[in-house]
């Protein structure tokens, strides 16, 4: 599946990076960086752990 983020309503919070920092990744402007744009079996529980997370729905997963 393809990762998307839609950087207008991430608040930077680095969330998604503590639960998936394999994917996800603050840079040092704190802007959000996607280190992969695609799930693989190893990461994909934790890439869904950190949609579910998100307070601001920023993270969507399409086939
Ligand atoms: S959890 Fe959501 S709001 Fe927080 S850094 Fe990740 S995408 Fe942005």
């Not at 608040?11 to 680095?14: G, I, R, Y």
């Given at each position: 599946m393809k990762i998307k983020v839609d950087f207008d309503l991430c608040?930077?919070?680095?969330l998604c990076e503590s639960l998936a920092p394999e994917v996800f990744e603050l840079d040092d402007d704190d802007f959000l960086q996607l280190r992969t744009e695609e799930t693989t079996p190893e990461n994909v529980d934790a890439v869904k752990r950190a949609v579910a997370a998100c307070p601001r729905a920023a993270i969507s997963l399409e086939d």
């Open positions: 608040e930077s919070n680095a």
